[in-house]
């Protein structure tokens, strides 16, 4: 069975490099790039189960890159991922999910893990066959 695969895309060398070993340690692969142009390249060549974009890049914002990975790639889940608590709310259109990189590792990989499994394949057959059934007994739907 193929382990999830995570694009990491991060400006800063030294937080990508210790969260992507954590990852790594719970199960996950990771092709990791210090820019979004690369990133780019990645989503296209690579099977990615997850985008995580850090907010803050010198060359192209993370919301300018989730943007271009949408158009690409809009089934993949991206998580934006910010050293600022807040960023503005425009910022996360095109993103799944938003992660304060002050979380502690547990949290982080927790979201990480939801990103995935919330996107699965098979989450999605089972939440479809879920709501079918439930609308087969009359029952509405949340």
Do not use: C
Not at 102 to 123: C, K
Request: a neutral charge; zero cysteines.
């Amino acid at each position: 069975m193929r382990k999830p695969t995570i694009l990491w895309v991060d400006n800063e060398f030294n937080g990508l490099s210790g969260r992507e070993s954590l990852l790594r340690q719970h199960g996950y692969d990771v092709v990791a790039t210090t820019n979004g142009h690369e990133g780019l390249e990645l989503l296209q060549s690579a099977a990615v189960d997850a985008v995580i974009l850090d907010y803050r890049m010198p060359e192209m914002m993370g919301d300018v890159v989730a943007a271009r990975m949408k158009q690409l790639k809009p089934e993949v889940p991206i998580m934006l991922l910010s050293a600022q608590d807040r960023i503005p709310p425009a910022a996360l259109r095109w993103t799944d999910a938003f992660l304060s990189k002050n979380v502690p590792p547990e949290q982080f990989v927790d979201a990480v893990d939801h990103l995935v499994v919330a996107r699965s394949p098979f989450f999605h057959r089972w939440l479809q066959n879920w709501k079918q059934r439930l609308s087969a007994r009359g029952a509405p739907l949340l």
